[in-house]
C-alpha cells in the first residue's frame, strides 16, 4: 500500500497526555516527511495554537482547525472558512444556553472568551495563544467559525439536547472533550476539511491514513481510507466506526509507534 498523506486530530491522539509534542512522534514524522508523505493537523483547536504545535513538530502540514471550520495550508494561507450564521451565535450565545457553561468564540485570528479560565490557559501556553474576556451574550456574531461551551459532561449532554432540538439541521454540534461541547455551521467538518486539501492535493482517499479518538473525528476517519482509532478513544467513536483498526494511545505515543512499524522506521 502506497500512502501518500497523513491527518491526525491533537488532543488525546498526536499529542500526549500533557497536550503536548514528544521527540519521537516529532522525529517519526520528520523522517516520513522526508520520504514525501504529507500532513494535516486537524482538531478543533484556533490555528493561532496549531501553528505552535506544527513547528513544535518539525514538518510543513494543512491546518484544519475550529473542526474544519478553518483551513489553512502549509504556509498558513487560508484555503476555506465557513461560518455560523451571526443570527444563530447571537441565540446560543443567550444564558438560556450559555448559563453553568464557559462560552468561547473562536474567529479569524482572535479567541473570545465570556470569563477566565486558568485551566484553558495552562493548556494553551506553549503555543502562547490567549484569550480575550468579554461580553459574548452582547456580541454581533459576525466572523464566528466556532462556539465552544466548557462544562461538566452531564450539563452538557442536557444542552446538547436543547441545542439539536432547535437548531439541529442548522449547526454542527459535537464533542471533542466529555467538557467541550463544539458547535460549528452545518455542513462543517474535520472530514469535509480533509476531502477538500486531498482534492486540492490530487491525493485519493485510499492514499491517505487519519488518525482519531474523539467523537469530533468520525467524518475524519470516514474520510480517510485507512482510519485508525486510539485505544483510548471516546466510546461513541469506537461505536462509529467498529471495522477500524484500534492503535495504541497517546500516553504511549500510539501514533508514532503505529507509523515506525507500517513504515518499517525501525
Known sequence: ??????ASDLDGTLLDQHHAVNALTAATLQTLQSRGIQFALATG???????????????RAHLITSNGARVHDPDDALIHRQDIDAELVRAIAQPEFAAGT?????LDDEWLIDQPSQE???MHKDSGTVYRVCDLAGHDGEGVGKVLYIAPHEHLLQLESRLREGFGDRLYITFSLEHCLEVMAAGVS?????????????????????????????????????????????????????QARRIGSHAESGVALHLRELFQLG
Not at 464557559?102 to 473562536?106: Q, S
Open 102 to 106: 464557559i462560552v468561547n468564540f473562536y
Open 190 to 242: 474535520k472530514g469535509h476539511a480533509l476531502e477538500l486539501v486531498l482534492r486540492r492535493l490530487g491525493i485519493p482517499a485510499d492514499a491517505c491514513l487519519a488518525f482519531g479518538d474523539g467523537q469530533n473525528d468520525v467524518e475524519l476517519l470516514l474520510a480517510a481510507g485507512h482510519p485508525r482509532v486510539m485505544a483510548n478513544a471516546h466510546p461513541r467513536l469506537s461505536d462509529m466506526l467498529p
Open 45 to 59: 483547536r484556533h490555528h493561532m495554537d496549531v501553528r505552535g504545535i506544527r513547528e513544535a513538530l518539525g514538518v
Open 120 to 122: 484553558l490557559l495552562d
Open 1 to 6: 500500500m502506497s500512502y501518500r498523506f497523513i
